[in-house]
Each structure stands twice: as C-alpha cells, then as structure tokens.
C-alpha cells in the first residue's frame, strides 16, 4: 500500500485515525501496531515474518545487553551478524554470486529472492536501537509491543526517515494530541502528497517521454537529467512530509529528513541537507566510530571512502549504486582539501556547480548499466548531435511549468511569502478561511490525478 493511493487516503488512513482517537489513551500503541502490520502484510505478506522476527529479536537483544553486561559487547556482535546478515541475504546475496560467476566463471545458482520491502530502513533503525542502548544513550523499550510499534509505525516502516529510538523514545509511552497537531500534520501530509502526484510523477513521465525519443538531442539528454533529479527529490521528499506530517497526527515529532539540498553551496552542504536520517546514521554509526576527522588525514580519506562506498551500496545491489557513492567520495574528498575555500568566495559559481554535480550523480543513480552512464555523459556533450530539434521541444513545451513549479519548490521562497502573510494581521484572517479550502481543493485535484493516472510509482521502495 502507498500513500499516494486511494486506498490508502480514503481508506487506511481514516479508519486508522478514528479507531486510534477511539480507544482509551492506553491502546493507542497497540491500534498504531495493528495498522503498521496490516499496511506492511497488505504489501509484503510473504514476508511479514522477517519484519516480526526483527522486532522480537532486537527487543530481547536489547534486554541482554542490560541483564548481562559482562557479556554485552558479544551480544550486541551477535545482534549485528545476524540484521545484517539477513539484509545481506535478501538484498545482496544474488548480486555477489552473480559478480563471483562472472570472475571466476563459475555457475553458482543464483536463488529466487524477493526482497522484503523496507528492509533497509527497519533494520537501521533496529541496530541503532541496539547500539544506543549498548553505550548507554537510551532505556529498552517499556515491553515488546512498544518496540514493535516504534519498528513497523507504517508512516516512516518503507521508506524512512529512518527514526531512531531516542527521537520517540519518551513519545512512545507518554504523548499528546491536540487539533493544532492533526490540522498541521494532515496539512503537511496533502502538502507532500502533491510534491508526490503533481510534480514528481509528472517529470517521472516527462523523463520517460524523453528516453522514448525516436531522434534524441544533446537538449533531451539534459532535460532528461533534471526531470529525474526533481522526480527523486519531489518522490522522496514528498514521501518524508507525508511520513511526518501522520507521524504528528499521531502525537510524534519525527525529525526533519530534507532541507532544500538543492540550492546547497557545496557537496557537503548538501549531504547536510538531503536524507539527513541516513547521512546522519552513517555519520554516527560508521563514520564517528572508525574515527572520524580525529586520527589524521589518511585515515579520514579512508574513512568517508568507507562510508560513501557503504552509503552506496545501502541503496542497491548494483555497481552504479557504487560508484555513486564513490562518486560522492571523490567529490566530499576534493572540497574539503582543496576547493572549498575557492567555493566560499564565490558563492553563485559555488550554487551553480553543485547543482550540476549533483544532476550528474542522479544520472549514475538512474541508470544501471554502466555502458549506458558512459554514452549518456558522452551524448551531453556530444556536439555531433543536434542540440534540439521539433520532438525535443513539443515535450519541453508540455512540461515546461511543471519544470518551472519545480525550480520554485526547490528552494525555501513559497514558505518565507506564506510567514509573511501568516505574520500578519490580515493575512492570518484570510488564510482561517483560504487555506482549508486551498487544501481540500488540492486534495481533490491529487485525487483526480492518481485516479487518471497509471503511473504512481514510490521510488525509494527499491532501496
């Protein structure tokens, strides 16, 4: 089940929110644990046992590392062989028979796995759980069915942000609601929902019109880069707003998983700024523990090479996820020690060209055969081919202001004009009536759109 489907928005959701407002203030983890299984076996029911195992076993790995601390370093080694171990499994153990096979010219099986859905993301948060509570930052859950409810709480469960326990330790067992908090959370959630419908699909379908061109240009092979990096930023982002804003309907106040990255200054200053859950996992989890910045500068090269070749790699079992973290490696490598002192005093080149670097990365993201990324670079720059011609255009002029709505949300104007006018005397009187109509009126367009259209896709599923 997605959210941006009928289903779940005039269904799941409801029911959800009434049976949980319902029932004694008591109940309301275990109504939330309900519907998080429920929405998870809706779309993975084969495999809901690994999700159930997960909880169960990091629950009780938790407790030992408490009740016998003599032996806690050993239970918490155990724990992380075997989350990752069957992380490893699921989402990593074709790809490296098939690589074994085509080295050694072996003919290993390769199995029939189906990779759970969001396993990604449950077991990072299940290890940092684990972790914490072995270095002493958080208490264990207060019994199973909470940690189970932190766990598999389907508004973040398949697609993140990945929300660590010590962010909702205290909401899990005392929280409050009130309507300021269910007006804003379903406000964010429609707000999310239309960067999902209304613009991330759109360019998903601008990007495939233009793979589809029967005489590309060195104009469509651009167009078609920028189409998928609004598409990711919009599909995903869109999906964090809507995790965040239930999330909030609920009582919790999941942290902020994007911040603009796409006007960022620098390759650092983006990764400050785009899936901060996942880059601040690393960060803590990997990145801090092999040392950091502390031990000198060979080994902090070594250390974001490590962490940029995991980052990676956590998004695929695919070489082009590899060199994509590498990619960034490089990149993060190179502004650190050498131009970002230049990237400080010349801040519209600096914009500029981090942009463009990070169009560039999509297109290694995007495309899985590494052939394909070398002709598709090489065809950006391919004087040989027209720069444009009538095809090219006619997609260009039917998506050209869905392109330009998506430059504008790129950065934080929309929201500094709405302050402004929700700072002041009038424009708070006229957003009480304007803006609950604005959102249903958008809700009813959204609807329209995802009745229409056939093409919905959540992209961050796959990772």
């Known amino acids: 089940m997605v959210f941006s489907s009928i289903a779940f928005i005039y269904y799941f959701l409801p029911l959800c929110i009434l049976c949980y407002f319902l029932v004694p203030t008591r109940f309301r983890n275990k109504i939330l644990l309900i519907f998080s299984l429920f929405f998870y076996f809706y779309g993975e029911s084969k495999y809901i046992i690994v999700l159930i195992f997960s909880c169960i076993f990091n629950y009780y790995s938790g407790n030992f590392i408490l009740k016998y601390p003599r032996k806690k370093k050993l239970i918490l080694i155990a724990n992380l062989i075997i989350n990752f171990g069957c992380l490893f499994y699921f989402k990593y153990f074709n790809f490296f028979i098939s690589n074994i096979n085509n080295l050694l010219n072996t003919e290993l099986p390769i199995l029939q796995i189906i990779m759970p859905i969001g396993i990604s993301f ?146 650092t200053d983006f990764w400050r700024r785009w899936h901060i859950s996942l880059s601040s996992w690393f960060k803590d989890y990997v990145y801090i523990p092999l040392g950091g910045n502390r031990l000198g500068i060979k080994k902090q090269i070594r250390n974001i090479l490590i962490v940029w070749l995991i980052t990676g790699f956590w998004h695929g079992a695919s070489w082009n996820f590899v060199i994509w973290g590498l990619y960034f490696a490089i990149l993060l490598i190179l502004e650190k020690f050498i131009w970002q002192k230049f990237l400080d005093k010349h801040k519209v080149f600096a914009h500029i060209s981090t942009f463009i670097l990070i169009l560039f990365s999509f297109i290694i993201f995007q495309t899985e055969s590494l052939n394909d990324i070398f002709l598709t670079f090489q065809n950006m720059f391919n004087f040989d081919l027209p720069f444009t011609n009538v095809e090219t255009n006619f997609y260009l002029s039917n998506y050209v202001v869905i392109l330009i709505l998506a430059f504008v949300g790129m950065g934080p104007w929309l929201k500094k004009l709405y302050s402004k006018i929700a700072d002041s005397k009038i424009g708070k009187k006229v957003l009480v009536v304007v803006e609950p109509i604005a959102l249903m009126a958008l809700l009813l367009v959204i609807t329209s759109f995802i009745i229409d259209d056939s093409y919905n896709p959540f992209l961050y599923f796959r990772f």
């Open 122 to 267: 449950f077991t990072f948060q299940a290890a940092s759980y684990v972790i914490d509570i072995y270095k002493g930052k958080i208490k264990p859950a207060k019994n199973v069915f909470d940690f189970a409810t932190y766990l598999t709480l389907f508004p973040q469960l398949i697609a993140g942000p990945i929300v660590r326990y010590e962010t909702v330790a205290e909401e899990m067992e005392n929280r409050t609601t009130n309507v300021q908090m269910i007006s804003a959370g379903l406000k964010r959630f429609i707000i999310g929902l239309g960067k999902k419908v209304l613009i991330a699909n759109l360019l998903g379908a601008f990007a495939m019109s233009l793979e589809a061109l029967t005489a590309p240009t060195v104009l469509s092979f651009w167009l078609k880069a920028l189409a998928y990096t609004f598409q990711i930023y919009y599909d995903f982002s869109g999906y964090s707003d809507m995790a965040i804003g239930i999330g909030l309907v609920f009582g919790f106040h999941f942290l902020e998983n994007f911040n603009y990255p796409l006007i960022a200054k620098s390759i």
